[in-house]
């Protein structure tokens, strides 16, 4: 892995607040976590990055049940997401994904696990360095939507009862793999 100088304290701030953090080899490898630690229909969004890196097929030749269809009709909990991230945030364990695209929010959304693959080039220090990305997202004159993902999906707005997975995604997995892109405009 390279020596990104934020990688460390993300790994230990995403952690801190319930995500699952593995650094791994190549996306083979990534494809088998998924394999171990999911089951069911695995929503996968077809992206600029899923196209280059033949996502889909990875995960596919690995056992993954990958959907191929209209992800509205994909069921109420699909088993897993897995998408990648525009950046991340050392300070917060934070990922960040431009999720304009429809798919890409119903695979950040439904399924009870989303995996998100991390290049450790595109951890940022903190929300002061990713004001710059976050403008250059935001430029033109259609609307954006940007997630902000900060562990498992929470909420305690029942009787002030932590409850997981209420809105969201039980379980978050960042899979950190060198040489994905280390482009921020790239997802």
């Known amino acids: 892995m390279p020596n990104n100088t934020h ?3 993300f790994m230990e701030m995403a952690r801190r607040v319930g995500a699952e953090v593995t650094q791994l080899e190549n996306l083979q490898d990534a494809a088998k976590y ?3 630690n999911s089951s069911g229909t695995t929503l996968v969004p077809r992206t600029a990055l899923s196209e ?11 056992g993954v049940d990958v959907y191929d269809g209209d992800f509205r009709k994909a069921g109420h909990f699909p ?3 897995v998408t990648f991230c525009n950046f991340a945030m050392a300070d917060t364990g934070t990922v960040v994904l431009e999720s304009t695209a429809e798919d890409v929010r ?4 439904l399924p009870e696990k989303h995996f998100v693959l991390v290049d450790p080039e ?4 903190d929300n002061l360095a990713a004001a710059v990305p ?3 997202i935001h430029t033109g004159n259609e609307p954006k939507f940007v997630a902000y993902v900060t562990g498992p999906s929470r909420t305690a707005d029942i009787e002030r009862v932590l409850t997981i997975g209420c809105h969201g995604p039980r379980e978050l997995h960042i899979l ?3 040489g994905l892109s280390s482009d921020l405009y790239e997802i």
Not at 106 to 109: A, N
């Open 134 to 136: 976050m403008t250059k």
């Open 34 to 36: 998924v394999v171990t």
């Open 52 to 62: 280059k890196h033949d996502l889909r097929t990875v995960l596919a030749d690995a």
């Open 122 to 125: 595109i951890i940022l220090e």
């Open 106 to 109: 119903l695979s950040t959304t």
């Open 176 to 178: 950190v793999i060198e």
């Open 79 to 81: 088993g897993a997401g």
């Open 7 to 9: 990688l460390s304290r």
